[in-house]
């Protein structure tokens, strides 16, 4: 496991982690989106313009980038509104490919041939980025929000019926995931130095959204693992190489058959917690019972 | 122009060819094959190792192609489909996009990242009719997309199997008491859609002279878009979405620059979608399935 020391690995972990969380905040309401790489291409390139050409302190211009992003999110929620399941995700896709055309074609980012010069992430700062988002998810997802977001993804109808505004959920489902998406995008861009339309395609938007998917999308811990073991697999099997992705294809058919609901499920969750519990109480008895014994 | 539109009508019906297997599938599953377009790649490949290595002529070429992908679209059903439960509607869709990533990265292992180039030998003699100069090839691959889209109408709603197609379709459960073999009309599906692909792949290889293992995702993506343009699991919006996005890729490649004609199949996909929900011919049904 010596492959866990080196800090770039450490640094595109933590990155994933932060774009998967992302994707999950939209995910959680419903919104399976395939167009998220291109929202963190978007924070990439702004964030990267901003610290090359006009010279922003690094922190500033992630933080702007990933706002911008938020915009972007926002604009991309609009046509989905109409849209739901195959359909979403497809729109979504072809958003993301038109965000990608734009900056194949938009000269002052360097069009195809890409844009570089971008420095500043180190493995601190991912890690406490990520920590800052595994709280903001944590407490968006026990919040009157995160609560309405799980209800548009349960039932439209039935949200709808309840008097909650599903528009603008959906549209704060896709703003606030895409800026944390985004996030973990302008930090990519300062760990690479160099950044080009082809980090952000499709193919990108569909490994975020096998990240989360695997690990179980029911609860973040599920994204985290998730990230963390499809993001490891690769490296892991980098001795075979040329056929490390042939392997990774055959471990998602096969958990897909085996486990579709994710590695880590609410009911799985609430079994390790009564397992604790369970624990917990029969140490306590033990101790009573021991310290009943000694006295 | 004239022959801008003719371009456009040999890409556009290779993208209905693509878009109808992809259709076909929905219709029947209400799910999407997102390794499609892999095994048109795969497709074409095949059709290039017949013509290079076995040294056959292209009919054989584009009927090896199209068994070849064939029996790889039932590997896929047994493999995707069959096992991965219903009630979660992504789990299908990544297992197949796992599947597409296996064939893909063997392809790579096995002919390398290049592209391939398709040999000379099957390059036809070429017609000048008045100003417009028509190769034989595209003759072909029209003649070849018009007889297969025909075939394929005929079939779903002319034979028995078609018509059990349908049913199960419109109800598996009914289809199932009404004495239809599910499973077996489900693996005939994907044949056939698989079928379709590896002709396209042929197609493709022909038209383009060369192939490479990354095609499968782009060329299957805007396939994609196409069938949901035309409405998903609808035959005939497929066919009259595959040409209309050919048509508008190649003039916006000549009048606008190559790099903003990928971006035409998308524009058209968000349009659609926004104001017509259900696709051009599609069924309001269809939408709620999704």
């Known amino acids: 496991m010596d492959i866990i020391a080196s800090p770039a690995l450490q640094i595109i972990v933590g990155i994933n982690i932060i774009m998967a969380l992302g994707l999950f905040i939209t995910v959680s309401a419903g919104q399976f989106s395939l167009g998220h790489a291109s929202l963190a291409g978007i924070g990439a390139y702004i964030s990267a313009v901003l610290t090359v050409n006009l010279h922003w302190p690094f922190l500033a211009a992630v933080i702007v980038g990933a706002l911008a992003a938020g915009i972007f999110g926002a604009i991309f929620a609009i046509p989905a509104l109409r849209t739901r399941g195959i359909y979403l995700s497809v729109l979504t896709l072809g958003l993301g490919e038109l965000v990608r055309v734009f900056f194949s074609t938009f000269e002052y980012t360097g069009g195809v041939a890409g844009f570089g010069g971008m420095k500043g992430t180190t493995v601190g700062i991912v890690y406490l980025t990520l920590l800052f988002c595994l709280i903001a998810v944590g407490i968006l997802m026990r919040s009157p929000l995160g609560r309405a977001f799980q209800t548009v993804a349960a039932d439209e109808m039935v949200a709808e019926a309840l008097g909650l505004n599903t528009v603008r959920l959906k549209v704060l489902a896709f703003s606030l995931g895409g800026m944390m998406t985004a996030l973990g995008g302008a930090l990519y861009a300062h760990f690479m130095f160099f950044i080009d339309p082809h980090s952000f395609n499709y193919n990108q938007s569909v490994f975020l959204l096998i990240f989360v998917v695997f690990g179980g999308m029911e609860s973040m811990w599920g994204v985290v693992l998730g990230t963390l073991i499809l993001t490891l697999l690769p490296e892991y099997f980098r001795g075979l190489d040329q056929w490390r992705m042939v392997i990774y294809g055959l471990v998602l058919i096969f958990m897909m058959a085996v486990r579709p609901q994710g590695i880590i499920t609410k009911r799985l969750l609430r079994k390790v917690g009564r397992g604790f519990a369970y624990i917990n109480k029969r140490n306590k008895e033990l101790w009573r019972f021991e310290s009943n014994s000694k006295s | ?290």
């Open chain 2, 1 to 290: 122009m004239l022959q801008q539109l003719i371009n456009g009508l040999m890409l556009g019906s290779t993208y209905a060819l693509i878009a109808l297997g992809y259709s076909l599938v929905f219709g029947v599953l209400g799910l999407i094959n997102l390794a499609h377009g892999e095994i048109f790649m795969l497709g074409g490949f095949i059709g290039l190792m017949v013509v290079t290595v076995a040294q056959l002529s292209l009919p054989f070429a584009i009927l090896g192609a199209m068994i070849g992908a064939g029996l790889i679209g039932i590997i896929l059903e047994l493999l995707c489909f069959r096992p991965v439960k219903r009630s979660y509607f992504l789990a299908p869709a990544l297992s197949t996009i796992g599947f597409g990533i296996v064939v893909r990265d063997l392809m790579v292992n096995y002919v390398g990242s290049e592209p391939k180039v398709f040999p000379s030998t099957v390059q036809l003699p070429d017609f000048q009719i008045g100003s417009l100069l028509i190769s034989s090839v595209q003759l072909l691959i029209l003649g070849a997309s018009l007889f297969l889209m025909v075939g394929l109408t005929l079939f779903v709603n002319r034979t028995s199997l078609g018509r059990a197609m349908r049913a199960v379709a419109e109800n598996p459960v009914v289809a199932q008491l009404q004495g239809v073999n599910v499973a077996r009309i489900t693996m005939i599906t994907f044949f056939v859609s698989a079928l379709l692909a590896g002709a396209a792949g042929v197609f493709i290889g022909l038209r383009i002279g060369k192939l490479s293992p990354f095609i499968g995702t782009s060329v299957g993506l805007k396939a994609l878009a196409v069938v949901i343009i035309g409405g998903l699991g609808n035959i005939n919006g497929a066919m009259l979405a595959g040409l209309l996005v050919g048509m508008l890729e190649i003039l916006a490649s000549a009048y606008l620059g190559a790099a903003y004609s990928d971006a035409i199949p998308w524009t058209l996909l968000i349009i659609i979608l926004v104001f017509r929900p259900s696709g051009l011919l599609g069924s309001k049904t269809n939408v709620d399935r999704a």
